[in-house]
Every structure is written in structure tokens, then in C-alpha cells.
């Protein structure tokens, strides 16, 4: 992905401080949101199925006071290692030379051979993260490696990234988003890591869920470690369930029942939306749910041509529509939410999120001032051909012009494997975990109540990264399509409604030039 588009990554800064952990959910998707009032992209968890009973029993009570635990956690945590962090303009982030020449007086000081690790994030607490980790690693390895993280800003990461690779100057590992994989291995950039990964017990495939399992690969061969990774499911607010004297929807549910929930959930005069239009998204936000109806996204297995024309992508964005405008379920540009409010001030009722979501919530309910309400997850809704949910994952990998493999992997296999993310998750709960072990999801969702972690964990596990949960795979000219899409999502779901059918048919053709010319 890339990531969240640099737009877009900028107009959530405004809005995200507390949903740091969206950079997994955005890294790698070049998406463009067009709807101002929308608070889609501020989410982060993916969980799994349970019965609208089960459900309703899962409800966490979200409080100041929840558990003691939740108390210990670490403040910081929140941020994602993978992808920029939410924060607000005035983080100041420590330039690049400055994190790399403190790392080097460390690694003089302690001795042993000096690895490097790129990254990225524009807040200060990403560098007291990787320097935690690091230390973590320098223990572990003392006297025969060292680590340097090296933290670059967001807006400047893969143009300096693709300089260092193409120059042969990369560091020795280094964060490859999800959108990238595919062009950046075809051209030989990244090292073939098959032979270590399959021999590791630290990198293991089987140690890892299996989306992330997928997102490793390309082409039958693996590129890297886990680095970040994140899926999509739905958070509801039960307490306006509740009000209304509504039952949670049941595992089976129908897009046509959200949209009737959306509409009973609404509630003007108390600036309450029913949901938030995932569907005005060019990228991760949409291709979900484009997928239950028309079962591709955008273009043909092949990238060879559009597909955006067909009735089902028409149905599936129309009913969007009608949701937000006719319905006024849903914000829009002309009936936007109002300032500093979303799903955790309990202004949505139902809201699509990644997999490390509930962090999120903790961190701004858990605030003095802030309102508790009672909160769960739940399945997409099922569309037409499907009821599937979108994954992504980034990597740890390893230039291809790399002048020692060996000790380089060293480092992507712990940093990106089981001994690595259990330092992540000691300095962090709000980074998506993508690892089986119990005791490390134990340990990851430690803030919240045993019994709702233990129900979470196992719904994110069984349900929705072994059943519903896909990886998704870019392809070369995913960019440029997403530019289209986000132009005619514009004209589908701006100030003025304009005709679906016309957007698409326009979109449909420009990506076909796009994809005749790679």
C-alpha cells in the first residue's frame, strides 16, 4: 500500500492523535477519502464472527477505570511501528542523522558489528519505541551486533527508500509497505528470504496468522519478516443499540440490514450517525466491500482490465449513497460530524476498524473528562457474492545488493519474528499483532478485562484471520487507479450527489488507458 495516501495521511494528523495505530490499517493503501465528515480511516482492530448473543455478552464497558493493567500501560503505545503515526503537528520528529549518529555512539560504546533498520514516523514517541526495541535486541546480542534504527519522516520515506535500493546504499533492513512488494521485488530489489524463513523457529510461517503469511509472499517466494499488519472488521456501540431498543445484528446479516440499522441508529439532535460511508474510500476502505458485491477489485486477476462498470460495483457504491444522502445516516460533506467527535465520543454507532482498534478506544475513553459507553466488534455484513475482509501486511526485508545477508537476517528475523514482537508488544499495545502465540495476545490486550481479551483474541484469530480475512495484493498501477477511483468518488459522493453509474463507466475507461500502457 501506500500506505495511506500523503493526503490523506495528512487529514488524519488533524483528527487521529489518539488512533496512532492506524498505520498498519492505512500503510499501504494510496486511498483517497473525499467525504470531510467521514471518521472511517481514524480505526484500527480486526476481529472475528460471534452470534448477536455472544456479542452482546463480549460488550466491553469502557472506562477510566478498567483495569489495573490498563492503568500500567505504557502511554506511548499506541503508534504502530509500521505506519505514521497520527500526531499532532506540534510532534517534533528527530530527524534521521540524529536518531542514526546516537545509535552509533551506543554501538561504539557496547561493541559488535552495527546493523541498521529503517523506519519511518513524524512523532517523537516512534523514536523511543524503536529505541526501546533496540535495546531490547542489543541485550539479547550483546558484543556481536548492535542496532541503529534510522527514522525517516513519512512524506519523504519510499522516495529515499527507492534511492538507497536503487544506489545499492539501503540500510540492512528495511520496512517495505504492502504496495511495493510486488514492483520492488520484480525489479530485483529485495533479497528472495524463502530459505531463511522456511528453516527459522523464530520466523517460522506457521508462527504467524495466516493473512500475514500471505502478505510475506509474492510470486511462491517470501520477501520479509512481519513488520506490521492489520485487518478490517466492524465496532458497535451497543449502548445506542441499546436506547434504541435494537438487537445486535446477527453473523449472517445483509448489507440492506446495516443500512436499515444505520437509519434507526441515527439520531440528529443528538449528532449521532448510524455509521460512516466506507464505500467513499479509494483504496482499503472500499475494496471489501466492492469485493462481497462484485467479487474483484477494480480490475481483473490479470490488471489487465477495468471492471468497474458491472452492476454489482454499481449497487454496492449506490447503496452508500442512498445511506448518507437519502437516509442521512452516514456523514457527507453537507451534513458533516461534528468537530472532535466520532466512534469514542459515542457519535457513531457503527464503524469499520482494524484489528488494533480497541487500544485506541482505550486510550481516549481511559482520559479524565471522557465519556464511558459500552462497545463490541462484530463481523462486515455479507454482501451478494461474499462476506469477505480485508487484510493487509508490511515487511522486514533485506536489499538484494546487500553486502552481508547473513547478519543482516539476524536482524529481520528477530525484529519481524516472535522474539522481536514480543519486545514491540512489551513497549506497545497499539501495534497490530500478527503472531499466533496465546501468551503474546495475553499480553497485547492486557488493558483490556481478561474474559473481553480472551473473546477478542479468539474472535480475531479463528474467525476473522482464518475464515473471512484476506491479504490483499497490489498490483504495478494500483496508484495511478486509485487516483481515478478518488475523482470519481468525488463526483459520486460530493456536495451534490452525481449518477454512479456515469462515475464508473468514466472510471472504468481511464483505468483501462492506465492498464493498456504498463
Known sequence: MARCSRRVLLQLAATQAAALGVLAACGGSAGTSVTSGSVQATLSTAAATQTAASSAAASTAVSSTT??????TLAASSASTSTPSASSAASAAPTASATSAAATTSAVKQGGKTLTLSGYGDAADVTQRYNAVAA?????????????????????????????LSSGTAPDVLNVWAQYKPSWADKGLLLDLSGHIHSST??????????????????????????DFNGQLLFLNTDLFK???????KDDWSYDDWRQLAKQLTDPTKHVFGGTNDANEAGWQQ????????????????????LLSDQPTIDSLTLFQQAAYNDQSLPTPTN???????????????????GNYPYSIYQVTSKPGATPFNWTWHTLPKGPQAQQHFTQGHLWSIAQSNTHPDDAWVLAEWVGGLQGWKAWTAVGKGQPLPMKDAALWAEYLSFLPTDQATKFRDFMINTIYQQLAVNFEYWPTYDQCSKVMGTALGQIYGKTPGSVSSAMT?????????????
Not at 483495569?67 to 500500567?72: L, M, P, Q, V
Not at 531490547?136 to 513519512?154: C, D, H, M, T, V
Not at 436506547?243 to 445484528?249: F, H, M, V, Y
Open 287 to 306: 475494496f471489501c466491500i466492492i469485493y462481497n458485491y462484485a467479487k474483484h477489485y477494480w480490475v481483473d486477476d490479470q490488471a489487465k482490465k477495468a
Open 202 to 227: 523464530d520466523a517460522a510461517p506457521d508462527l504467524y496468522l495466516k493473512p500475514m503469511v500471505d502478505a510475506m509472499q509474492y510470486k511462491g517466494k517470501f520477501w520479509g519478516t512481519a513488520q
Open 136 to 164: 531490547k535486541f542489543n541485550e539479547q546480542f550483546a558484543g556481536k551486533y548492535q542496532l541503529e534504527p534510522i527514522i525517516n519522516p513519512f512524506a519523504t520515506y519510499i522516495d529515499k527508500t527507492l534511492t538507497m
Open 336 to 354: 458533516p460530524m461534528q468537530p472532535k467527535t466520532d466512534f469514542t465520543t459515542g457519535n457513531v454507532a457503527m464503524v469499520l476498524g482494524w
Open 506 to 518: 468514466n472510471a472504468t475507461q481511464q483505468m483501462n488507458a492506465i492498464l493498456a500502457g504498463a
Open 243 to 249: 436506547a434504541k431498543g435494537l438487537d445486535l445484528p
Open 67 to 72: 483495569t489495573a493493567s490498563a492503568a500500567s
